[in-house]
């Protein structure tokens, strides 16, 4: 659904990403895990078509994308089903979008603005699902929650997720975040940005020993660490 083939993508003589190179299979929960500042959201831009690689290839085999943001990107001035009706002709389907992500009981005229930030947060999935995604990217979509709604909007992901059949790219700095939702992670290194290593099909039993992989891996390449580490 997405390859990312020896990409190399650099600001000026400022080096980037670095011979990047791993895909999002379709149907998979995907995680990207690296320091804050490496180059994942460069990553995202690639995805979208923002950016060009400087080299290598980038290969999109999705024809819908849904994007969830770190920013909040609603329009606060209108309801929420207008928020969704905004990107989404189909009225049925926003509502459906709506009450997948727990905010169905609530006036649909309601405006977004005057939501708590859990909620904005619920709305922007909604929207973000109301294009019917075949691929869905999230940035970093939970900073700025406490950490009772983080935690409880992480573990309702893949609910929504499996409901509506979507592959899924979670993009992180946080491993206990990643490791929640994701059955697969790359981690990455610091710039000049490279893969450090691949994790597929993690299981539970195995999440603990996975955690403290990517965290000696991490530490000796000396990246910052900003993760919970407990």
């Given at each position: 659904?997405?390859?990312?083939?020896?990409?190399?993508?650099?600001?000026?003589?400022?080096?980037?990403?670095?011979?990047?190179?791993?895909?999002?299979?379709?149907?998979?929960?995907?995680?990207?895990?690296?320091?804050?500042?490496?180059?994942?959201?460069?990553?995202?831009?690639?995805?979208?078509?923002?950016?060009?690689?400087?080299?290598?290839?980038?290969?999109?085999?999705?024809?819908?994308?849904?994007?969830?943001?770190?920013?909040?990107?609603?329009?606060?001035?209108?309801?929420?089903?207008?928020?969704?009706?905004?990107?989404?002709?189909?009225?049925?389907l926003?509502?459906?979008?709506?009450?997948?992500?727990?905010?169905?009981?609530?006036?649909?005229?309601?405006?977004?603005?005057?939501?708590?930030?859990?909620?904005?947060?619920?709305?922007?999935?909604?929207r973000a699902l109301s294009v019917s995604p075949d691929l869905l990217i999230m940035d970093e979509p939970f900073s700025g929650l406490d950490q009772v709604a983080k935690i409880a909007l992480i573990a309702q992901m893949k609910h929504f997720l499996t409901a509506t059949e979507t592959t899924f790219w979670y993009v992180t700095h946080d491993i206990d975040e990643a490791m929640i939702i994701c059955d697969d992670l790359t981690v990455l290194s610091a710039k000049p940005t490279r893969v450090l290593k691949r994790f597929g099909q993690i299981q539970q039993a195995d999440k603990a020993a996975v955690k403290k992989q990517i965290l000696q891996l991490l530490r000796e390449k000396s990246c910052v660490l900003p993760f919970h580490q407990k």
């Amino acid at each position: 659904m997405l390859q990312f083939d020896r990409v190399s993508f650099s600001y000026g003589n400022e080096t980037v990403l670095d011979e990047i190179s791993f895909s999002v299979a379709k149907g998979t929960y995907q995680g990207l895990i690296g320091p804050s500042g490496c180059g994942k959201t460069t990553l995202i831009q690639l995805t979208t078509g923002l950016l060009e690689a400087s080299r290598g290839q980038v290969q999109r085999r999705f024809n819908r994308l849904g994007l969830v943001c770190q920013n909040d990107t609603l329009i606060e001035e209108i309801g929420l089903l207008k928020n969704l009706t905004y990107v989404c002709a189909d009225k049925d389907l926003a509502l459906r979008c709506l009450e997948l992500v727990g905010l169905g009981d609530l006036p649909h005229t309601k405006r977004a603005g005057a939501l708590s930030k859990g909620m904005k947060k619920r709305l922007e999935i909604a929207r973000a699902l109301s294009v019917s995604p075949d691929l869905l990217i999230m940035d970093e979509p939970f900073s700025g929650l406490d950490q009772v709604a983080k935690i409880a909007l992480i573990a309702q992901m893949k609910h929504f997720l499996t409901a509506t059949e979507t592959t899924f790219w979670y993009v992180t700095h946080d491993i206990d975040e990643a490791m929640i939702i994701c059955d697969d992670l790359t981690v990455l290194s610091a710039k000049p940005t490279r893969v450090l290593k691949r994790f597929g099909q993690i299981q539970q039993a195995d999440k603990a020993a996975v955690k403290k992989q990517i965290l000696q891996l991490l530490r000796e390449k000396s990246c910052v660490l900003p993760f919970h580490q407990k």
